[in-house]
């Protein structure tokens, strides 16, 4: 029965038809690390033609958006987040900020963000009132983002509160003359020494240097501009080595065609 769930999910992900038994083993081997160690990336962004490009490359989990990035891409929120949401399969996360001076005011933006979709995560900011609309959603299961972390103390308040994911925002402390990467490390001490399991989801990224301190300090998931998830693929030595085989290469087929040999084929 397992074995036909596991099967059912893989058909229902992917556009492969081919499903053998290896190919449930090692899916459900992904399923169960999907919970656990996995490096996620997640876009910060609200252009759903960027994001697009982005997950094409197969290597994206999921988004985080919020009313600055929603006042930038000037649509309806909602039908953002739907059509966000519909380029993920079922166990992504896309993070839509409510705003409110309650918790009561929150929660009646959240119950009408989940029912677009089961991959909605609900984004609260670290205050009071925040905290309170967390844990109100957590005790229902409701995954909650809590944004806008600038200290330890507030991410101890945000896994308390039942929070998934806790967002501290580097480029903003780096902004205010302390170490955004450092808050990440302490962070996760902290998580680590008493066995929490909200999830640190690095934030306000700068540059591709910062998405590799988060991940090396522990961070579990870090949201970046596209901008910043294409320069992650850059570096002058791999231009440089490509440029070179390419070169290298071309001098190959010319000299198989000098000598009249056949090249090779499958
Ligand atoms: C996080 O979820 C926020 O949307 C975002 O990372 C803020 O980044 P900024 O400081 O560049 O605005």
Request: charged share 25%; proline share 4%; aromatic share 8%.
């Amino acid at each position: 029965m397992a074995y036909e769930l596991v099967r059912k999910l893989f058909l229902a992900n992917h556009k492969s038809k081919y499903i053998g038994p290896h190919r449930v083993l090692f899916y459900t081997h992904k399923l169960l690390c999907s919970y656990g160690g996995e490096m996620k990336i997640f876009l910060d962004s609200s252009d759903v033609d960027e994001i697009q490009k982005a997950v094409d490359t197969g290597l994206i989990d999921g988004v985080t958006t919020n009313p600055s990035l929603m006042l930038k891409a000037g649509r309806d929120p909602r039908e953002v987040l739907m059509e966000i949401c519909e380029l993920f399969s079922w166990d992504s996360s896309v993070s839509a900020e409510v705003s409110g001076d309650t918790a009561e005011d929150m929660l009646d933006q959240a119950d009408d963000y989940i029912q677009i979709n089961p991959n909605i995560t609900i984004k609260v900011p670290c205050t009071v009132e925040g905290l309170k609309a967390c844990a109100a959603l957590a005790e229902d299961e409701i995954p909650v983002n809590v944004t806008l972390i600038f200290s330890v103390a507030q991410a101890i308040l945000a896994a308390k509160a039942g929070a998934k994911y806790v967002s501290p925002f580097v480029g903003r402390c780096n902004d205010n003359s302390f170490s955004g990467v450092e808050l990440i490390r302490a962070i996760a001490q902290t998580y680590s020494v008493h066995n929490v399991d909200t999830n640190i989801l690095a934030a306000s990224l700068r540059d591709v240097h910062h998405v590799s301190r988060c991940f090396m300090y522990g961070a579990k998931v870090v949201t970046m501009p596209p901008k910043i998830f294409w320069k992650m693929y850059d570096h002058i030595l791999t231009k440089d080595g490509l440029a070179q085989f390419n070169e290298d290469w071309t001098e190959v087929l010319e000299s198989i065609k000098a000598q009249e040999i056949e090249p090779y084929h499958d």
